[in-house]
């Protein structure tokens, strides 16, 4: 009961803070970022329907989302470079070429990871393996 209270609450609160942006127009202005919004609250509600109701599909369904996820939160990574440093196009560009090779190796190593022959107890911990550093590469990204 817990756990269903506070996935709907996450979905108000995502909710709000888009009509938010549409209301001051940030969305016009940070589009990848409140397009990934978008994208968290249609997750959720196909998350938490399948949860309820096939839950024998929820991982695959989990997966596939995550990973798509993954993807548009990486833009939004490129979009705050892209806004925080418009002021400078020399900085920008080569942060920007910079992010996009980091981003590369990441998603290379990842899949040379996944491609890897491995044990069959290891398995189910690749996808979260990947998972973790792409995360660790957008925190770094946007901490630096």
Same mark, same amino acid.
């Given at each position: 009961?817990?756990?269903?209270?506070?996935?709907?609450?996450?979905?108000?609160? *995502?909710?709000?803070? $888009?009509?938010?942006?549409?209301?001051?127009?940030?969305?016009?202005? $940070?589009?990848? @970022?409140?397009?990934?919004?978008?994208?968290?609250? @249609?997750?959720?509600?196909?998350?938490?329907?399948?949860?309820?109701?096939?839950?024998?599909?929820?991982?695959?369904?989990?997966?596939?989302? *995550?990973?798509?996820?993954?993807?548009?939160?990486?833009?939004?990574?490129? *979009?705050?470079?892209?806004?925080?440093?418009? &002021?400078?196009?020399?900085?920008?560009?080569?942060?920007?070429?910079?992010?996009?090779?980091? @981003?590369?190796?990441?998603?290379?190593?990842?899949? $040379?990871?996944?491609?890897?022959?491995?044990?069959?107890?290891?398995?189910?911990?690749?996808?979260?393996? @990947? *998972?973790?550093?792409?995360?660790?590469?957008? &925190?770094?990204?946007? $901490?630096?």
């Amino acid at each position: 009961m817990l756990g269903q209270l506070i996935w709907w609450s996450s979905i108000a609160l *995502e909710m709000a803070l $888009l009509a938010r942006g549409l209301q001051n127009r940030l969305a016009f202005r $940070l589009p990848v @970022f409140y397009s990934y919004i978008a994208f968290v609250i @249609f997750q959720d509600l196909v998350r938490l329907s399948t949860f309820q109701w096939k839950y024998d599909l929820y991982k695959r369904v989990f997966w596939s989302t *995550e990973f798509l996820g993954l993807a548009i939160g990486s833009l939004v990574v490129f *979009e705050i470079y892209k806004v925080s440093l418009a &002021a400078y196009p020399g900085a920008a560009r080569m942060a920007r070429n910079a992010l996009a090779v980091v @981003f590369l190796v990441a998603l290379v190593k990842g899949d $040379l990871t996944l491609r890897a022959r491995r044990p069959a107890g290891k398995r189910p911990r690749l996808p979260r393996k @990947f *998972e973790r550093v792409l995360r660790v590469v957008q &925190a770094a990204a946007i $901490l630096h």
